[in-house]
């Protein structure tokens, strides 16, 4: 069963426009939703994330917003830009030493 | 910074082969990963260790072994290798939170 959605798999934008990416959780215990960016060849890096107390939280041109009571949280990246090609992945993590659950990823590119 | 480095990029072996990847971090986490990465398929966990001397099975532990003797260091064993584990493999290390992965070793087995 998967515990998190990822939607779409993959993703053309052109560049300057907005790029959105949806998750979908079940477990109501989740209590941190990072986003993560992985550029070919690379480790997956932490580029934001946010805790369900909130609704929104910006970094830049980058905003993830959380709606609880849909179950659901989208990375936005806002002026969408050549370098910010690369594959995203959205994950769920509850307290405790439990492992981060990861969405299966989108693949972004974004074409001048 | 947090530093997670894998002991190789690249690694080519040949079916049934002993295949050890290393990773090690600097910033004394408890918490140490490993994943493998398919197109499609997304991360998936092999192993996980809360503590020196501890791991526990994640998604997919079949063929996968791990060691880890001292805390910054956490070892992936693939025993017999098989041309079905080719694949990207990385390590993680966790604060809290905060996940720090390395960059991985792409293993091809033939």
């Known amino acids: 069963q998967q515990q998190v959605k990822q939607s779409p798999q993959s993703l053309i934008v052109q560049k300057g426009g907005i790029s959105i990416i949806n998750c979908a959780y079940e477990n109501t215990a989740f209590d941190y939703f990072p986003w993560y960016q992985q550029f070919p060849g690379k480790g997956p890096a932490l580029l934001i994330a946010?805790?369900?107390?909130?609704s929104e939280k910006k970094e830049g041109r980058f905003t993830i917003s959380f709606n609880k009571s849909a179950k659901q949280f989208s990375l936005h990246i806002m002026d969408s830009q050549p370098g910010d090609s690369a594959t995203y992945f959205c994950a769920v993590i509850s307290a405790g030493n439990t492992p981060l659950v990861f969405g299966k990823g989108t693949r972004l590119s974004v074409i001048a | 910074d947090v530093k997670v480095t894998q002991s190789s990029r690249y690694l080519v072996k040949r079916t049934g082969e002993k295949v050890f990847l290393e990773c090690v971090q600097d910033m004394d986490h408890e918490n140490m990963f490993w994943y493998r990465q398919d197109p499609g398929l997304g991360l998936r966990l092999i192993y996980f260790s809360y503590d020196v001397k501890m791991k526990e099975k994640g998604d997919i532990p079949e063929g996968y072994s791990v060691s880890r003797e001292k805390k910054e260091r956490f070892s992936l064993i693939l025993e017999s290798a098989s041309t079905n584990q080719t694949s990207m493999y990385l390590c993680?290390?966790?604060?809290?939170?905060?996940?720090?992965f390395g960059p991985g070793t792409r293993l091809t087995v033939l």
């Open positions: 946010i805790r369900p107390d909130v």
């Open positions: 993680a290390s966790r604060l809290a939170e905060k996940q720090f």
